[in-house]
């Protein structure tokens, strides 16, 4: 990885919105590290972004539920020698059934890589950024914090108060931390769920490549919070004055 150019870690970066900051990332000229479980998966994504923009990329392959795994991507993060500019906390799951359908086991997973591992990994790299002077996260929430959706929203309501709270703690030392809010998006994150795109409206579909490139600029511009679509700005808007008794009555939208 040459040391002249900025380098972004991106976790989950085989699919979807984590993709789609690999390609738009190595497309600024970026460096990158990617970080997910399929090794297989991870150097066909390296190979094909090495060859369209020319950048290097290292591949991590790491289960974030696995705690050494996760070490692993925390000592990338410390490396002194081979500072990381930009931390993307992207990957992720969810679960489609309620929380007493799952197992505890299933639950506890989802806690890892929702919570803990953006907690670890931000660990990681916010020491160094702030000896340095320089440096971003990108922690990928949703817009699901702002309601109560079961576990789930309570991790991601985790990330989102964290990461609020990390943004205005490390501006003073040159780190610029953003949370990004999507709601709906056309991935696989819904199709690993067995989640149809029929359990939401068409206009709640956000394309991936459009919210991405909104919340690097939304990050490069200093801001807090990324939330895109105007129909997701309304409802995480609307969230914050609706009882919380209403909104658990939609909680079944998007489990179809």
């Known amino acids: 990885m040459s040391t ?22 190595a497309q600024q000229g970026h460096d990158l590290v990617l970080v997910a479980r399929d ?21 991590l392959a790491a289960d974030l539920t696995d705690r050494a795994a996760l070490a692993t991507v925390e000592a990338r993060l410390a490396d002194p020698d081979r500072p990381v500019d930009l931390l993307v906390n992207n990957a992720g799951f969810g679960l489609k059934k309620r929380f007493l359908d799952n197992s505890v086991d299933e639950e ?11 907690m ?27 309601l109560p959706r079961g576990s789930y929203s309570a991790a991601k309501a985790y990330v989102n108060s964290f990461s609020e709270w ?25 199709e690993r769920m067995q989640v149809g795109r029929g359990s939401a409206p068409d206009f709640m579909w956000l394309d991936a490549d459009e919210l991405v490139a909104t919340a690097l600029k939304d990050h490069a511009k200093g801001k807090v919070f990324s939330i895109p679509g105007p129909q997701y700005k309304a409802i995480s808007t609307a969230a914050r004055l609706i009882p919380g008794g209403v909104l658990q009555k939609f909680q079944s939208l998007g489990r179809k």
Request: aromatic share 6%; with cysteine; net charge neutral.
């Open 4 to 25: 002249s150019s900025r380098s972004a870690l991106v976790t989950g970066p085989t699919a979807g919105i984590g993709r789609s900051f690999a390609h738009q990332l």
């Open 39 to 59: 090794r297989a998966r991870l150097e066909q994504e390296a190979e094909e972004l090495t060859t369209t923009y020319g950048v290097a990329v290292e591949v």
């Open 108 to 118: 506890q997973a989802m806690l890892e890589v929702l919570v803990t591992a953006v």
């Open 120 to 146: 670890r990994l931000s660990h990681a790299a916010l020491g160094p950024m702030s000896e340095r002077g320089s440096g971003g996260i990108i922690n990928v929430s949703s817009v699901a914090a702002f």
């Open 166 to 190: 990390a943004a205005r703690e490390y501006a003073p030392r040159g780190v610029t931390v953003t949370c990004l809010c999507p709601g709906f998006t056309k991935t696989e994150f819904h």
